[in-house]
T-cell receptor
Framework: KAGVTQTPRYLIKTRGQQVTLSCSPI?????VSWYQQTPGQGLQFLFE???????NKGNFPGRFSGRQFSNSRSEMNVSTLELGDSALYLC?????????????FGSGTQLSVL | AQSVTQLGSHVSVSEGALVLLRCNYS??????LFWYVQYPNQGLQLLLK??????LVKGINGFEAEFKKSETSFHLTKPSAHMSDAAEYFC??????????FGAGTRLTVKP
């Protein structure tokens, strides 16, 4: 069974641009969560989608948004990029995402904002 | 909301020595607790988890953790470190129907 796939692997953008990251969960998984990872901060929770609905949201500004499609694939969008948005963005999937389940992580998208 | 604190951003041990990575949690409801490991240029992998039942949880690669409610702790241990254990380790907490929250991580270095 294929794992969680994130594309692209690397991105370089400039301030003010927008970016879209993609995540394909493990087949059969309906929950997709997004995390921002930066050195010293660990993983900061962005949001979780389940069956195309945002179920939980972290403390990030409205520039960060996401969506989930009927096939459970998810996209995350960041508008008006700032230097501080440079980070590794990780996507994780699980069957039901009810807090008790193991998360399966992708290898992440490394975003650099210049 | 739940949260975790990992004590020590960097831990260095000699090969063959005891590994102890500390994690304290905060949760208003019975927590589910997890340890994940991240090797360079990879995503996170689950080491072990505690949901209910036995408080001593055994995971992969010889790691184990003990849930201590009175101390709100879930420390990760391994009796004898191996070079391949060098990685970053994350403690995480969640509650039913809630998202999973991670600590800041502890980077483990193993010296030969």
């Amino acid at each position: 069974k294929a794992g969680v796939t994130q594309t692209p692997r690397y991105l370089i953008k400039t301030r003010g641009q927008q970016v879209t990251l993609s995540c394909s969960p493990i087949s059969g998984h309906r929950s997709v969560s997004w995390y921002q990872q930066t050195p010293g901060q660990g993983l900061q929770f962005l949001f979780e989608y389940f069956s195309e609905t945002q179920r939980n949201k972290g403390n990030f500004p409205g520039r960060f948004s996401g969506r989930q499609f009927s096939n459970s694939r998810s996209e995350m969008n960041v508008s008006t990029l700032e230097l501080g948005d440079s980070a590794l963005y990780l996507c994780a999937s699980s069957l039901g995402g009810q807090g008790r389940e193991k998360l399966f992580f992708g290898s992440g998208t490394q975003l650099s904002v210049l | 909301a739940q949260s975790v604190t990992q004590l020590g951003s960097h831990v260095s041990v000699s090969e063959g020595a005891l590994v102890l990575l500390r994690c304290n949690y905060s949760s208003s409801v019975p927590p589910y607790l997890f340890w994940y490991v991240q090797y360079p240029n990879q995503g996170l992998q689950l080491l072990l988890k505690y949901t209910t039942g036995a408080t001593l949880v055994k995971g992969i690669n010889g790691f184990e953790a003990e849930f201590k409610k009175s101390e709100t702790s879930f420390h990760l241990t391994k009796p004898s470190a191996h070079m391949s254990d060098a990685a970053e380790y994350f403690c995480a907490v969640s509650a039913l129907n809630n998202d999973m929250r991670f600590g800041a991580g502890t980077r483990l270095t193993v010296k030969p």
